[in-house]
C-alpha cells in the first residue's frame, strides 16, 4: 500500500491529504430513493482499507451522515476512520438551544458521542448570528460534543472576524480548484499566518477536469446530467469559457503523459502544493464509480518546477472567479447548481425590528448603549437613511479586540444589516465617517472601508478620535439614499 500523506487539523486529529467527499449522495437521492445504508457503506471500506479513512459530508447531504455513521460503527476491531459533517442552518438568530440540538442530531446520525470536525456554513454576513452560532459551537467543543470547529465557505475577512474574536477554527473548506483560485491570495495569506487549513473541494470541478471531456464538444444545460457538472459549468463560464478550460484540460495532460498520471490527478496535486492547503475533497458516487487508485496515486509522485509553471502560465489565462472565497453563495453571480439560492433558501429575514413612528422608521440593534442613551441604530424618513456611529459589538461581545481590519468589517456588517432591514443597500450610502482611535490604524481600516465600497465611492471623511471604550479600534457612520 502507498504512504498516504496525513496533516494534523487540531491535537489528536490527524488525517488523510486526500479526503473523500460525500456531497453526491445527495444526487444520488434526488428522485426521493433513499440510499441502504447497509449497502452503501460497504462501498466506503475500499477507500479506508487503501488509507483514505477520512470522509467529508453535511447535514444536507441526503442520508450521508447516517451511511458513514454505519459505516464507522461497523469497522473491523483495529480499524478506524475519521467523519467530518457541516452544519448549515437557515440565516436567523440561533440560541444555544438549537445549536446543541443541531449538534447531537450529528452525533445520533453519526452514531458517536462527538463529531470530529464540525463545520459551520453562514448564508450571510450582514445579519451577525453568524457568529453567535460559532460562539455556542465552541462551548459545546469545550464541553465534549466537538473535537474541532471548521468553516466552510467562509471569506477572509469573516475568518478573520471569527478568530480575532477567540473562536478557535483550525479549517475553512473552500471551492479552490485550478480553476477557481480564489484560495491562493488572502484566504492563503491568513490562513498561513494564522494555523487554519484550507480544504479544498471541487479540485476537479465535479467531473469535468478529466480525460473524459479533452476534446469534447461544449455541452449544453440539458446534456449535463448531475448537480455537481450543473453548479461547475457556472466556474467554467465565469473564467473564460469553453475553449480556454480546453487550454487547461490540454496543459494537464501534457503533463499527465510527463508523470504518467491522469488529467484529475494531475489537478489534485496541483491544488496540494498550493500554500495553506490542508487536504484536497475528492467527490466519491458510492457504488457507481470509484477513483480510489487514482487518489492514492496522489502521493506517489511529484511535478516538477517546470511542469507547475507550464501550469501556472494556463491558468494565468483564465478570468478570475468574482469575489473572495465562498462569494458564489452570498451574492452575484450565483455559481450554484441552479444560477440562484432557490434550491438553498427561501428567503433571508431581516435582521433587525423596525418601528414605526411620526415617519420615521427606527430600528435597535440590541446594544446597551441605544436605550441607555436614547438614540437608534438607523433611522428611515422618505429615501434618506442615517445610520449611527457603528462599532464592532454584538450584544455583549467586543468583536474582533486588537484587530483593526476585524472590526471594521464587522462595523460595516451592522451598517448593511441597519440599511437592509429599513428597505435599503449598501450601495445606497453616499456618504461615510470614519473614526479611529490611533491613527496608526488608519491603512489598514481605508483599506477594508475600500474593499466594501470599491463600487459604491461615497463621500467620505476619516478623522482622528477618541473613542469611548479602549476595545473600540474604529466607529463608522454612514447616510444613504435609496435609488
Keep these: 500500500?502507498?504512504?498516504?500523506?496525513?496533516?494534523?487539523?487540531?491535537?489528536?486529529?490527524?488525517?488523510?491529504?486526500?479526503?473523500?467527499?460525500?456531497?453526491?449522495?445527495?444526487?444520488?437521492?434526488?428522485?426521493?430513493?433513499?440510499?441502504?445504508?447497509a449497502t452503501t457503506a460497504q462501498y466506503m471500506a475500499a477507500y479506508s482499507e487503501a488509507g483514505l479513512d477520512t470522509f467529508d459530508m453535511a447535514d444536507h447531504y441526503g442520508s450521508a451522515e447516517i451511511i458513514a455513521g454505519y459505516f464507522k460503527k461497523n469497522l473491523p476491531s483495529g480499524k478506524s476512520a475519521h467523519?467530518?459533517?457541516?452544519?448549515?442552518?437557515?440565516?436567523?438568530?440561533?440560541?444555544?438551544?438549537?445549536?446543541?440540538?443541531?449538534?447531537?442530531?450529528?452525533?445520533?446520525?453519526?452514531?458517536?458521542?462527538?463529531?470530529?470536525?464540525?463545520?459551520y456554513h453562514a448564508w450571510k454576513f450582514s445579519n451577525p448570528f453568524w457568529?453567535?452560532?460559532?460562539?455556542?459551537?465552541?462551548?459545546?467543543?469545550?464541553?465534549?460534543?466537538?473535537?474541532?470547529?471548521?468553516?466552510?465557505?467562509?471569506?477572509?475577512?469573516?475568518?478573520?472576524?471569527?478568530?480575532?474574536?477567540?473562536?478557535?477554527?483550525?479549517?475553512?473548506?473552500?471551492?479552490?480548484?485550478?480553476?477557481?483560485?480564489?484560495?491562493?491570495?488572502?484566504?492563503?495569506?491568513?490562513?498561513?499566518?494564522?494555523?487554519?487549513?484550507?480544504?479544498?473541494?471541487?479540485?476537479?470541478?465535479?467531473?469535468?477536469?478529466?480525460?473524459?471531456?479533452?476534446?469534447?464538444?461544449?455541452?449544453?444545460?440539458?446534456?449535463?446530467?448531475?448537480?455537481?457538472?450543473?453548479?461547475?459549468?457556472?466556474?467554467?463560464?465565469?473564467t473564460g469559457g469553453w475553449e480556454k478550460f480546453q487550454h487547461v484540460l490540454v496543459t494537464l495532460d501534457e503533463v499527465g503523459s510527463e508523470v504518467g498520471r491522469s488529467i484529475?490527478?494531475?489537478?489534485s496535486k496541483y491544488q496540494l502544493s498550493q500554500r495553506a492547503v490542508g487536504a484536497v475533497i475528492i467527490g466519491a458516487r458510492l457504488g457507481e464509480n470509484a477513483h480510489i487508485d487514482d487518489a492514492v496515486s496522489l502521493f506517489t509522485f511529484e511535478l516538477s518546477n517546470k511542469q507547475r509553471g507550464k501550469?501556472?502560465?494556463?491558468?494565468?489565462?483564465?478570468?478570475?472567479?468574482?469575489?473572495?472565497?465562498?462569494?458564489?453563495?452570498?451574492?452575484?453571480?450565483y455559481l450554484t447548481a441552479s444560477g440562484d439560492l432557490s434550491h438553498h433558501l427561501e428567503e433571508f429575514p431581516p435582521v433587525f425590528d423596525v418601528k414605526q413612528s411620526g415617519g420615521k422608521a427606527m430600528i435597535d440593534s440590541g446594544t446597551t448603549w441605544e436605550a441607555l442613551a436614547g438614540y437608534s441604530r438607523a433611522i428611515r424618513i422618505g429615501d434618506r437613511v442615517l445610520v449611527s456611529g457603528t462599532t464592532a459589538t454584538h450584544g455583549a461581545i467586543s468583536v474582533g479586540r486588537n484587530d483593526p481590519e476585524a472590526q471594521t468589517h464587522f462595523a460595516i456588517?451592522?451598517?448593511?444589516?441597519?440599511?437592509?432591514?429599513?428597505?435599503?443597500?449598501?450601495?445606497?450610502?453616499?456618504?461615510?465617517?470614519?473614526?479611529?482611535?490611533?491613527?496608526?490604524?488608519?491603512e489598514p481600516i481605508a483599506r477594508v472601508h475600500g474593499i466594501r465600497f470599491a463600487d459604491i465611492r461615497p463621500a467620505n471623511t476619516m478623522v482622528e478620535a477618541k473613542l469611548i471604550g479602549d476595545e473600540y479600534l474604529v466607529e463608522i457612520e454612514v447616510e444613504a439614499v435609496i435609488q
Design 264 to 267: 484529475s490527478t494531475v489537478a
Design 83 to 119: 467523519l467530518f459533517t457541516k452544519w448549515v442552518p437557515k440565516p436567523g438568530p440561533v440560541t444555544r438551544e438549537e445549536v446543541r440540538a443541531a449538534v447531537l442530531e450529528r452525533c445520533a446520525r453519526l452514531q458517536t458521542g462527538k463529531v470530529e470536525l464540525l463545520q
Design 413 to 442: 456588517d451592522k451598517i448593511e444589516a441597519s440599511l437592509e432591514s429599513v428597505g435599503a443597500k449598501l450601495s445606497d450610502v453616499v456618504r461615510s465617517r470614519i473614526y479611529v482611535s490611533d491613527i496608526k490604524n488608519w
Design 131 to 238: 457568529l453567535d452560532a460559532l460562539i455556542y459551537l465552541q462551548e459545546l467543543q469545550e464541553e465534549g460534543l466537538i473535537g474541532a470547529i471548521g468553516v466552510t465557505n467562509f471569506d477572509t475577512a469573516h475568518l478573520r472576524i471569527a478568530k480575532s474574536t477567540g473562536v478557535n477554527i483550525v479549517s475553512n473548506q473552500i471551492s479552490y480548484s485550478v480553476i477557481d483560485q480564489r484560495g491562493g491570495g488572502a484566504m492563503a495569506d491568513y490562513c498561513d499566518s494564522n494555523g487554519v487549513k484550507i480544504l479544498a473541494y471541487g479540485t476537479l470541478c465535479g467531473g469535468f477536469i478529466s480525460k473524459k471531456w479533452l476534446g469534447k464538444t461544449e455541452p449544453t444545460g440539458d446534456g449535463l446530467p448531475n448537480w455537481s457538472l450543473m453548479k461547475y459549468k457556472r466556474f467554467i463560464d465565469v
Design 311 to 333: 501550469i501556472a502560465a494556463a491558468l494565468a489565462l483564465l478570468n478570475d472567479v468574482p469575489g473572495d472565497c465562498g462569494d458564489e453563495y452570498r451574492k452575484p453571480p
Design 1 to 37: 500500500m502507498s504512504q498516504i500523506e496525513r496533516v494534523e487539523l487540531a491535537p489528536g486529529l490527524n488525517v488523510s491529504r486526500a479526503i473523500t467527499g460525500l456531497w453526491q449522495i445527495a444526487d444520488m437521492e434526488k428522485d426521493g430513493t433513499t440510499l441502504d445504508p
